[in-house]
């Protein structure tokens, strides 16, 4: 998860200097993309005015849908279903 988060703050950084036009730090890319994988949101970066940063931000966003989603079967589901035979369910 954490090479995912770092890679899309890369591609964030400089997709928002090349197709945006904007300059500023690595960390806030970083942040951008913690708050679109913990759904807080976007903060100043709203709205985006090329297409690249707008579909690469509905892949950022489906990304992160599907991680919660895989994490979900992984780490949950079996902690319920312990949970349910401690209980006896």
């Given amino acids: 998860m954490t ?3 770092l890679a899309y703050a890369v591609l964030y950084h ?3 200097h090349i197709f945006e036009g904007e300059r500023f730090s690595f960390l806030h890319s970083l942040q951008v993309v913690v ?4 759904t807080t949101g976007f903060g100043l970066d709203v709205p985006w005015t090329s297409p690249e940063m707008d579909t690469f ?3 950022m966003d ?4 599907i991680l919660i989603f895989m994490a979900l079967s ?3 589901f079996p902690l319920l279903e312990d949970w ?3 209980i006896g369910i």
């Fill in 3 to 5: 090479g995912v988060i």
């Fill in 14 to 16: 400089h997709g928002m």
């Fill in 35 to 38: 708050e679109t994988f913990t």
């Fill in 57 to 59: 931000v509905i892949i």
């Fill in 62 to 65: 489906l990304t992160e849908v």
């Fill in 74 to 76: 992984v780490l949950i």
């Fill in 84 to 86: 349910g035979r401690f």
